[in-house]
């Protein structure tokens, strides 16, 4: 009989094979944005100038550090939370309520509209304002604060419940109660978050006294306001700093004086270790951005990939003999944690519908270096495969071979047997964009083609699932409404492919969103290619 220790074993192996990476999944996209911000390939939502980098970057708006609000949008959109009736919590509701008093100033708005084009089916609001205090808190220099997905953005306002600075002690030790946080984890969050940023005195100067309210008076919390590091920490230990929560004239408004001293400074003497400080703000952080409402099932802590394929084009030529393929694979390269050493080949193994395979090699990318770079000194190798395959055989998956001075290894994706390659729906090349529309609105050609012998095995017609990024009254970022649009056949068709045609409506605000292609077999199988970017070619 196998003792309990065997047992454990056994499942903890079970467990790490069930949880090895398979490609594609629909979080693909959201590991992009979390671990790319500069080189070869960057994805946009971590780039140096453009949201949280560096950590004193503000939109050249004149006293805003778009890091700190950054983490005061997610701390305020989480505050509501009730762990008694399990409804509130990081749920995007705060888009709808940047007009309470407890949520005063444009900072709010400002960060959402960050996120506009970000948001689609796979990125909901609240997904990227969890991901804005990851990346803000990392490019401060805090620590890695791991990441869960699949929030639910909400559809209307909350009720009220963000502790204000003039609350009483019990005031706020009761709404934090409420959220579902002790007295040791309410005095680290507000550590944690005031070690960056400040008070505007445009919103608050009541706090920051009535002499200088403008722009740029923005008194901050400690001297290192840019830097994540225990300086919010040793200024009020010593009693000496510049926090105007702590010091400020009028002290009704000294909140963080307060919370600081609930449990007689115990908790920040702790906190005054530089150690102790990281590790602390990354476990407050991860439990408030995983308090969400009672519905909500997060998915497990993202992974940073190894070896990931990104399938940039797959298309017929124009006669339909030929498939054309740019096919890219990502290696992490971090020392520690990837090919520290540049592998001698990267091998695309194809295997057609035919059963045959042809191995064909990835060179380097040579733009950039063809590294990506990302936080905590995360770099990427590209390799690139630009090729024609014979579409009468067809393409059914295919495998990478990495050879490095260890020997070969060969990835199958993750045991089942290879990367799909799926040529039975494909993008059509004739696929375009009319902007000649009327009411602000655009119009997509899209064309799909079907593989000739599923054409046949069709239960009704092909269809688009088209995202539409329709704005929304009080809010500043878009909601996301998936149309399904059936397509026709159009009389011209390819080698072996039947082409079919669906036409898209959407507001111009919103045209560069996703949709999918897909068809429904007799059987009830679905047969998709998804996540497909819209077309800026113009019909």
Not at 329 to 341: A, D, N
Request: glycine residues 10%; negative net charge; charged residues 20%.
């Amino acid at each position: 009989m196998p003792s309990l220790l065997s047992l454990a074993l056994l499942l903890a192996v079970a467990n790490a094979a069930k949880a090895e990476y398979v490609w594609p999944t629909k979080y693909d996209h959201f590991e992009d944005m979390l671990v790319m911000h500069s080189g070869y390939r960057r994805f946009g939502f971590g780039d140096r100038g453009t949201v949280v980098v560096p950590c004193s970057f503000g939109s050249n708006t004149v006293g805003r550090q778009t890091a700190a609000e950054w983490v005061r949008t997610a701390f305020h959109d989480m505050a509501t939370f009730d762990h008694t009736t399990g409804k509130g919590g990081l749920d995007a509701s705060i888009m709808f309520e940047t007009e309470s008093g407890e949520n005063a100033g444009t900072a709010f708005n400002s960060t959402l509209s960050d996120i506009w084009e970000f948001v689609s089916p796979r990125t909901s609001v609240s997904d990227m304002i969890a991901l804005g205090l990851v990346a803000a808190v990392a490019s401060c220099g805090g620590p890695e604060v791991p990441l869960r997905l699949g929030r639910v953005d909400a559809t209307e306002a909350g009720p009220l419940g963000v502790p204000e600075p003039q609350d009483s002690l019990e005031t706020i030790q009761a709404d934090f109660d409420r959220m579902g946080l002790t007295t040791e984890e309410m005095i680290a969050l507000v550590a944690c978050g005031h070690t960056l940023g400040g008070v505007h005195s445009e919103d608050f100067p009541d706090i920051t006294g009535p002499e200088d309210v403008s722009p740029s008076n923005v008194p901050k919390f400690d001297n290192t306001h840019a830097e994540f590091d225990t300086a919010v920490v040793d200024e009020y230990l010593n009693n000496k700093g510049i926090n105007p929560l702590v010091f400020g004239k009028n002290e009704t408004t000294n909140s963080d004086k307060r919370v600081f001293a609930a449990d007689g400074n115990a908790t920040m003497h702790k906190l005054a270790d530089a150690a102790t400080f990281k590790s602390t703000c990354a476990e407050v952080f991860e439990k408030m951005i995983n308090v969400v409402p009672s519905t909500v099932t997060l998915s497990e802590p993202i992974q940073l990939i190894k070896v990931k394929p990104y399938l940039d084009a797959f298309k017929l030529s124009s006669d339909g003999s030929k498939f054309e393929v740019e096919l890219h694979v990502r290696l992490r390269s971090t020392k520690g944690k990837g090919y520290e050493s540049p592998p001698s080949s990267v091998t695309i193994d194809v295997l057609d519908r035919k059963g045959n395979r042809t191995s064909l090699q990835a060179a380097h990318a040579t733009l950039k270096g063809g590294q990506s770079y990302g936080f905590f000194s995360e770099t990427f190798d590209w390799y690139l495969l630009e090729t024609q395959l014979d579409a009468g055989a067809g393409v059914e998956s295919f495998k990478i071979h990495i050879s490095t001075s260890e020997g070969e290894e060969v990835l199958d994706n993750g045991g089942t047997g290879g990367y799909p390659f799926n040529d039975g729906v494909i993008s059509g090349t004739q696929s375009c964009l009319d902007t000649t529309g009327t009411q602000g609105n655009v119009t997509f050609d899209l064309y799909s083609a079907v593989r000739s012998d599923l054409a046949q095995d069709l239960d009704g017609a092909p269809w688009i699932s088209f995202a539409h990024r329709m704005p929304q009254q009080g809010a500043v970022t878009p909601r996301i409404v998936v149309e399904k649009i059936s397509m026709a056949e159009v009389s011209a068709s390819l080698n072996g492919y039947k082409l079919f045609k669906g036409t898209a409506t959407t507001p111009s605000s919103g045209w560069s969103t996703r949709y999918d292609l897909g068809i429904t077999l007799k059987n009830g199988k679905e047969v998709t290619r998804e996540f497909l970017r819209t077309p800026s070619t113009s019909c």
